[in-house]
């Protein structure tokens, strides 16, 4: 498995402003990705982290929206920009570790924003 | 457009039995399936993950697999009130545009009664 930590765990943002979530790993891997559970949903895939080339986005999710970096095998930001409040949601990174596809998810980061 | 069903509940069982859960899937070409567990306000964490036709077991927990019928379910023996959890059924693709990719079920409650 693979350990995983976000920053920060949670906050409270006004409508119009930006926040930006780090999810570190403990391991290098190749490939990072960024969900959102709204509540009492389930999991989207927000986009697909490589290093050293542009983040892949799911449709209904754009880089102007969700700007991504990807500086090195262990490290990722996403950003929610110009948030409103359908935005509150739970951002999670995650990771594959330990073969064969299985893919670990950080503690999540839970984001209000009013 | 890539399906994962699942019965949201709650699925409510008494303490010692047995927990059924069932998933279905719409991409007949998936070859990958995992069960999450996610406890409220705690991120997912994997508990199986399955492959092939047939059975695998972990423990008080079951994964079943049936391809040909698009079906993967989980079985918890001996049900304790700690399983009570929101169960995620994933699914991983092969093609070009799924690989790598789990698109998720919308989870099932599960409650463990005394």
């Known amino acids: 498995s693979a350990v995983i930590s976000q920053k920060p765990s949670r906050d409270i943002c006004q409508r119009g402003t930006s926040l930006t979530i780090q999810c570190q790993v403990d391991s290098q891997v190749t490939m990072m990705f960024w969900y959102r559970q709204q509540p009492g949903q389930s999991l989207t895939l927000i986009a697909t982290?490589?290093?050293?080339?542009?983040?892949?986005?799911e449709s209904g999710f754009v880089i102007d929206k969700f700007p991504i970096s990807r500086p090195n095998l262990t490290f990722s930001t996403l950003t929610v920009s110009n948030m409103s409040p359908e935005d509150s949601s739970i951002y999670l990174c995650?990771?594959?570790?330990?073969?064969?596809?299985?893919?670990?998810f950080g503690p999540g980061t839970r984001l209000l924003v009013l | 457009q890539k399906e994962v069903e699942q019965n949201s509940g709650p699925l409510s069982v008494p303490e010692g039995a047995i927990a059924s859960l069932n998933c279905t899937y719409s991409?007949?070409?998936?070859?990958?399936f995992f069960w999450y567990r996610q406890y409220s306000g705690k991120s997912p964490e994997l508990i199986m993950s399955?492959?092939?036709?047939g059975d695998k077991e972990d423990g008080r927990f079951t994964a079943q697999l049936n391809k040909a019928s698009q079906y993967v379910s989980l079985l918890i023996r001996d049900s304790q009130p700690s399983d009570s959890a929101t169960y995620l059924c994933a699914v991983m693709g092969v093609d070009t545009g799924t690989a790598s990719k789990l698109t998720f079920g919308t989870g099932t409650r599960l409650q463990v009664t005394l």
């Open positions: 991409d007949r070409g998936s070859q990958s």
């Open positions: 982290a490589n290093q050293g080339s542009e983040a892949t986005y």
């Open positions: 399955i492959y092939s036709n």
């Open positions: 995650s990771v594959f570790a330990g073969g064969r596809e299985t893919q670990y």
